[in-house]
């Protein structure tokens, strides 16, 4: 009997036992500060009707403030209408240079949304933000509908 005791104390000593091999993950936060979470809406260019030069609010930068391993990108429609929402996500590195690593249209119900990466650094490179673009010319039909970005550095 004590043998069995000993047998399942051993087993629950494993079951508590903390997972290493998960990397640990820290959210990002924007260039300019505010929440690690940005909630944002698809708008067109400010200026006139119709015009398609102009400043939008289709990029957001995350700043990487330290070296991470990987990084891992998560996006989640918060409109309940379906759109297609076109995303693109570039590694951007301290030499001035980028690296597109997401071009997808994507067409997620209320609430859902999706996770790229984990994205790993780039041998010989620093990568100094993480920027999403959500919208597009080419796609007007996103315009008006929301949705929640955020990053995390892992190692």
């Known amino acids: 009997m004590s043998r069995l005791i000993s047998l399942l104390s051993g087993t629950a000593l494993l079951l508590l036992a903390p997972v290493t091999s998960e990397a640990a993950c820290t959210f990002l936060k924007p260039v300019g500060g505010g929440e690690a979470i940005v909630k944002k809406k698809v708008q067109r260019p400010k200026g006139l009707i119709g015009n398609t030069v102009g400043r939008t609010n289709w990029n957001t930068d995350f700043v990487v403030d330290r070296p991470y391993s990987s990084f891992k990108l ?25 690296l597109k690593v997401v071009d997808e249209q994507l067409q997620p119900p209320l609430g859902t949304g999706r996770m790229f990466g984990p994205f790993s650094q780039v041998q010989g490179k620093s990568i100094s933000q993480v920027n999403f673009k959500i919208g597009a010319n080419k796609d007007p039909k996103a315009t008006g509908f929301s949705y929640r970005i955020s990053v995390q550095g892992c190692n």
Not at 85 to 97: A, H, N, T, W
Request: hydrophobic share 30%.
């Open 74 to 98: 998560f996006f989640t429609a918060d409109s309940s209408d379906s759109t297609s929402y076109p995303i693109e996500v570039f590694l951007k590195f301290s030499d001035g240079s980028n």
